[in-house]
């Protein structure tokens, strides 16, 4: 969800009638929900695990909420959330999907609008719920979730929304002498990814109070997780009203002391410039924009599911115990609401899982068909995402066909092929891709099978937008490589490529300015025998970038890099070369773009 909520307008026609509303700015008054001191909060009884341990899996609204599938929101349109809807697919997942680990139900943007979207918030301008939408209010919801052994998660978007300043006259909860003008810049600067809200300045203590007032408010109702929208830099704003840190940063401090573990989860398409922002306050950050289509099914292949497969790579070594990168809702449970082929979901489910993005499903729980379970409660898959490995990354180029991988603590690998082109197409993953040789035992895991012994590789046919999941245990030996550095005196360097420093780099240095024209020819490769050899090359990239890369005379072929994620992370991919025996040379050519740094190769001392 390119926000959930609201998060549609910027390059969805159908956001518009949902931003109007918001940026009008129209609010209704209902009583307050905490006019007197607060209760205590619940005092531990046991440590509880720590939040975002694992990357978190459920159910969210949105998907449902968002589409135009017929049925799904009759009353106009997002529609669709009402607490007897929320309180059906609470009761759908515990019985279907709590015991695959499934236990989150996250109530997304609405909440606190009716059904022509005008907000309402209580007399001291926090979010309250529509009474009809919700008639029983938002604790009675997070406790019946409660009752079914699942966490409650609840939505804001970051800000003072227009609606609850009042003038500037609306007080602070708890937080004598504090208005909302206080609270804001006195230019009333707008902020968010709608900018249907005023910039907090957390130079007055004030915003931090208001901050606080929101977060025990959500405590107090029971809620275990906070998804903060529109935040920037990101949800494609930037420039210092759209700079959201200090908001993050308040909401953090406000959930310490409101007396309840809640994850705090951050939306959408932030910027990776200030990962370790967003690491350092929060649990997850989405990395991209709304999976959904807003449309007749609740996403498409091309608008936006594929769109993930370049934009992981970046995010790769960002996540980690206690943040999560977040790919947004995987809606492959439900056929033809879902708009995807069969082979579509599984590479869907397969991309979300190796990156070990939350698991939380869009779907209407109470229709899932038979396929869909599979996809969504095979254990082996859900293992990949909720166990120890590293977050994978494509070990080839990013064309039609890749594969990606990762080392997992016990030795062997999880690799993933991916076709996704248009057309039936055949994928190969070379085990010297991943440092070793040999035999190599091959365990498919959407189809729970072992599938024997594979020598140096494994090839498959997959259909259009198909993969293959694997778990690969090497039982044979380490590949014997030498390796050659790109800044090498004796290599040869032509147009504006130049050596430079680099920290990350395997020599500390790597060449550079690979544009228009630059070329990097590495000399004097040395192989025992004529050969395709699986070349590993290292680079930087803080973007994906295409090289043409050739050996010897041979016409070369033009690869995309995906993004290390900053000019100052190295990784590797491994391309497919011929080399003759004795000496070669490889080359790197920027033809008329830009390509990547290059660190260095690692060529096979034998085929």
């Not at 003072?160 to 504090?178: R, S, T």
């Not at 901050?211 to 210092?240: E, N």
């Not at 490995?389 to 092929?417: F, I």
């Not at 973007?543 to 290390?564: A, E, M």
Request: hydrophobic share 35%.
């Amino acid at each position: 969800m390119r926000s959930s909520s609201y998060s549609v307008l910027p390059t969805r026609a159908l956001r518009a009638m949902v931003v109007l509303a918001l940026t009008a700015g129209i609010a209704t008054t209902v009583p307050a929900a905490h006019a007197g001191p607060r209760a205590a909060g619940p005092a531990p009884a046991t440590a509880a695990p720590a939040v975002a341990a694992k990357p978190y899996m459920g159910w969210s609204s949105w998907s449902m909420q968002s589409s135009k599938y017929p049925g799904l929101n009759p009353d106009g349109d997002y529609s669709y959330l009402t607490e007897a809807n929320v309180l059906k697919q609470t009761d759908a997942l515990a019985a279907k999907l709590k015991k695959y680990g499934y236990d989150h139900v996250n109530i997304d943007a609405g909440w606190w609008m009716d059904k022509s979207w005008k907000t309402g918030f209580d007399q001291y301008g926090r979010q309250t719920p529509d009474p009809v939408r919700f008639p029983h209010g938002m604790k009675s919801v997070a406790d019946h979730i409660h009752s079914k052994g699942l966490k409650a998660g609840m939505y804001l978007p970051v800000g003072l929304e227009k609606g609850a300043y009042g003038d500037g006259k609306v007080p602070v909860w708890n937080a004598p002498g504090c208005t909302t003008a206080d609270i804001v810049y006195p230019d009333l600067r707008t902020t968010n990814g709608w900018d249907n809200a005023y910039k907090l300045d957390f130079a007055n203590a004030c915003a931090q109070k208001y901050i606080d007032s929101q977060a025990q408010q959500f405590a107090d109702w029971g809620y275990d997780f906070l998804k903060l929208d529109g935040v920037g830099p990101g949800s494609f704003k930037s420039g210092d009203n759209y700079d959201n840190v200090p908001d993050v940063a308040a909401w953090q401090k406000a959930i310490a002391t409101a007396g309840r573990p809640i994850h705090l989860e951050l939306s959408w398409s932030l910027d990776i410039g200030h990962a370790a922002d967003w690491k350092k306050y929060s649990n997850g950050w989405r990395i991209d924009t709304d999976v959904e289509c807003y449309c007749n099914t609740l996403v498409t292949w091309e608008n936006s599911v594929n769109d993930r497969w370049d934009d992981a790579p970046a995010w790769s070594r960002k996540a980690g115990p206690g943040g999560w990168n977040d790919l947004d809702a995987i809606d492959v449970g439900n056929g033809e609401m879902d708009g995807l082929t069969k082979a579509e979901r599984q590479s869907y489910m397969t991309l979300w899982a190796i990156n070990k993005s939350p698991l939380f499903t869009g779907d209407d729980l109470t229709r899932l068909d038979s396929y869909g379970v599979s996809l969504l409660t095979n254990k082996e898959v859900i293992a990949v995402d909720q166990n120890d490995s590293p977050v994978a990354r494509p070990v080839t180029p990013v064309g039609d066909q890749q594969v990606w991988g990762t080392r997992n603590p016990d030795g062997s690998y999880t690799v993933a092929l991916f076709n996704l082109g248009d057309a039936p197409a055949s994928v190969t993953a070379d085990w010297a891709s991943f440092g070793f040789t040999g035999n190599a035992s091959v365990r498919d895991l959407w189809n729970k099978a072992n599938l024997g012994t594979h020598k140096n590789r494994i090839t498959e046919a997959l259909p259009a937008h198909g993969s293959r999941l694997f778990t690969v245990k090497p039982a044979g030996g380490t590949l014997a490589t030498t390796a050659y550095e790109a800044e090498d005196t004796a290599n040869t360097l032509t147009g504006n490529a130049s050596v430079a420093g680099c920290d990350a780099c395997s020599g500390g240095k790597k060449v550079g300015n690979l544009y228009t024209g630059g070329k990097l020819r590495i000399n004097d490769v040395t192989v025992k025998k004529d050969g395709i050899y699986t070349v590993k090359v290292a680079y930087v990239s803080g973007d994906p970038r295409s090289v043409t890369v050739l050996s010897n005379s041979g016409n070369g072929t033009s690869l995309k890099f995906p993004s290390t994620g900053d000019w100052g992370t190295a990784e590797t991919v491994s391309v497919q070369l011929a080399l003759k025996a004795g000496s070669n040379s490889i080359t790197f050519d920027s033809g008329s773009g830009y390509a990547p740094d290059i660190d260095r190769i690692v060529v096979p001392q034998s085929v």
